[in-house]
T-cell receptor, first 111, second 115 residues
Framework: QQPVQSPQAVILREGEDAVINCSSSKALYSVHWYRQKHGEAPVFLMILLKGGEQKGHEKISASFNEKKQQSSLYLTASQLSYSGTYFCGTERGQGAQKLVFGQGTRLTINP | NAGVMQNPRHLVRRRGQEARLRCSPMKGHSHVYWYRQLPEEGLKFMVYLQKENIIDESGMPKERFSAEFPKEGPSILRIQQVVRGDSAAYFC?????????????FGPGTRLTVL
């Protein structure tokens, strides 16, 4: 039931691009993306809904393939501040629901 | 607008003691969620509450753990007779009234260490 994220870890140089994937075996209503730095709280990045609606930061882009139950987060021209662990959280239905999180993808950006 | 507040930020308990973790949601938010995070792992859902009601406690251990969100005051996660395996970071998140986007905003967490 837990979504699977890939890759588990990625190391980039500043300015490079990265794609982080999140796959579920269950039908989803929405996918949420968060970034967490070590010892800090997860920070909301983006939410993508079934049907195509999405809401999030202007500099972050993501996609949600409802048929495949997959979402991808696109990080372009990465900055040092992008470093952290990225989690996807999934919802099965509309309305206030618990999020089921993936195991995380650790992103390291080097200068 | 203050964010989600949690206290204490760090809590040390000996085995067998009780731990009380508090969470004040963002202003205007009436939904509270508690998640647990073990070191180097993802967040695991524990319980979802609205004012005076537990909506979903499917992630709560059957024994020793309880949660409440009273009409007045913060939400409380209570762990009785703590064991070493309870050591973790406990995060609460809040969301506003239900609408299309169920954005959940996380507090800074309480890091519980059981000696």
């Amino acid at each position: 039931q837990q979504p699977v994220q890939s890759p588990q870890a990625v190391i980039l140089r500043e300015g490079e691009d990265a794609v982080i994937n999140c796959s579920s075996s269950k039908a989803l209503y929405s996918v949420h993306w968060y970034r967490q730095k070590h010892g800090e709280a997860p920070v909301f990045l983006m939410i993508l809904l079934k049907g195509g609606e999405q809401k999030g930061h202007e500099k972050i882009s993501a996609s949600f393939n409802e048929k495949k139950q997959q979402s991808s987060l696109y990080l372009t021209a990465s900055q040092l501040s992008y470093s952290g662990t990225y989690f996807c959280g999934t919802e099965r239905g509309q309305g206030a629901q618990k999020l089921v999180f993936g195991q995380g993808t650790r992103l390291t950006i080097n200068p | 607008n203050a964010g989600v507040m949690q206290n204490p930020r760090h809590l040390v308990r000996r085995r067998g003691q009780e731990a009380r973790l508090r969470c004040s949601p963002m202003k205007g938010h009436s939904h509270v969620y508690w998640y647990r995070q073990l070191p180097e792992e993802g967040l695991k859902f524990m319980v979802y509450l609205q004012k005076e009601n537990i909506i979903d406690e499917s992630g709560m251990p059957k024994e020793r753990f309880s949660a409440e969100f009273p009409k007045e005051g913060p939400s409380i996660l209570r762990i009785q007779q703590v064991v070493r395996g309870d050591s973790a970071a406990y995060f609460c998140a809040s969301s506003p009234e239900v609408h299309s986007y169920n954005e959940q905003f996380f507090g800074p967490g309480t890091r519980l260490t059981v000696l």
